[in-house]
Every structure is written in C-alpha cells, then in structure tokens.
C-alpha cells in the first residue's frame, strides 16, 4: 500500500477516536451534574442512561461500570480544580499563594457540581475516591508550601498544620457556595487570614518553619 493510501485509511479512525472522546467527556459532564444532585446509591445505571439520554450500553462501553463511570467524573473533576487553583508558577510567592486560594474559590463558584463531586462524594468510603481526593488535598497543600517556605517537600508537622488549613477550607467552600453571603474577595481575605494564624502556629512549634513576613501580626 501507497503512504498516501496508508494516510486516507488512518483518518477515518483518527475521526473516530476524535467523536469518541468528545462522547466520553459528554458523558462525564453529565455525570457531574447527575452525581452532585443525587447519592452514589440512589442512582441506578438505567437511572443514569434515562437522564443522559442514551443507551446505557453505551455508558458500559466507555466505562465498564457504574464505578467506573463515576471514579471518571471524580479524576475530571479533579484535574480542573488543580490545574485551575495551583496556576501562576510566575508570580511571587505571596502573590501565589492569594491566586491559589482565588483560583479555589472561582472553581467552587462556578463549579458547584464538579466541587462538590470531589469533596463530599457519594461512594462512601470507596478507598479508590478517598485516594482521588487526598491527592487534591495534598497538591494544594504543596503549592501553599511552596508559596509559603519556597518548597514543596515539608515535615510532617508543617504537612499537618496546612492539611488541617485545607479541610477547613473545603467545609467553609462547601458552605459558601450553598448560602453566598459573602463576596469571593471576603471569602478570600477571610481564608488568607486563617491561613496566617496556621503558619504562624506551625512556626510556634517548629521555628524551623518561620510564618513568611505576609503571615506576621503587625507590632
């Protein structure tokens, strides 16, 4: 066969896998809606089929299972928000660290389904979805120490202290985008004030980790 017969032959399946993966994230999209309103349990697979409007061997076909389907709305949704709060490799510490905490809280703004996907979940205590989103628990984690100390790797009491910073976050989130009573940029100055008492307690136990000079109370 000819390179230019063997190039026609490939395009045809280069659109296929092109359809494919756009009905793939269709389908994921969906699932974030339809997973954010109901329980992991409530929803059957001819319950998802019905509301997303297609076969349900079609979801089969992309997702082996109903916790396959599901375990793909939680890595997708997962992707966004890190690549979306742990952006702006380029500004000055400090400035990353209020960028990374905004970029949070513009997701779960404008994202309330997918974040609430990712927080509160509805698997239960599925150790694959825990694993999901330790993991986002951990990379925000690593981008306010590397805002804060200028590195990512930190000991485990420093690790501790910003873990806690960042679950209280997630329950405060949670509870703002259900009654926003306050502005994002409220939100925001109120998550970095909290953020500096923690820096400044993890420093209080372990000089090691002095509060950056943003964290300080002034004298």
């Known amino acids: ?34 997973f954010a309103d ?23 076909y992309y997702f082996h299972s109903k916790r396959g389907y599901y375990l ?28 990374t ?26 150790t694959e979805v825990q694993a999901i989103r330790d993991g986002v628990r951990e990379a925000i984690v690593a981008t306010i120490a590397e805002g804060a100390y200028g590195r990512r790797k930190i000991d485990p009491l420093a690790r501790m202290g ?9 329950g405060a989130t949670l509870d703002w985008i259900d009654r926003p009573e306050l502005s994002r940029d409220t939100m925001r100055e109120l998550l970095v004030k909290t953020l500096g008492g923690a820096l400044r307690a993890i420093e209080e136990l372990d000089p ?3 509060a950056p000079a943003s964290a300080r109370r002034d004298p």
């Open 162 to 170: 910003l873990l806690g910073w960042v679950c209280a976050v997630e």
């Open 38 to 60: 109901t329980s992991y349990d409530a929803l059957s697979m001819d319950d998802i089929a019905r509301q997303a409007h297609v076969a349900k061997g079609l979801i089969y």
């Open 72 to 99: 793909a709305i939680v890595q997708d949704s997962v992707a966004d928000l890190v690549t979306f709060a742990a952006g702006g490799l380029e500004l000055p510490p400090v400035e990353r660290v209020h960028r």
């Open 1 to 34: 066969m000819k390179i230019s017969q063997q190039r026609d032959a490939a395009r045809p399946r280069a659109r296929g896998t092109e359809r494919s993966l756009a009905r793939r994230a269709e389908l994921i999209a969906i699932g974030r809606r339809l």
């Open 101 to 126: 905490i905004d970029g949070y809280l513009r997701y779960a703004e404008h994202n309330h389904a997918a974040y609430r996907t990712i927080v509160s979940g509805g698997v239960g205590f599925d």
């Open 208 to 210: 090691a980790y002095p």
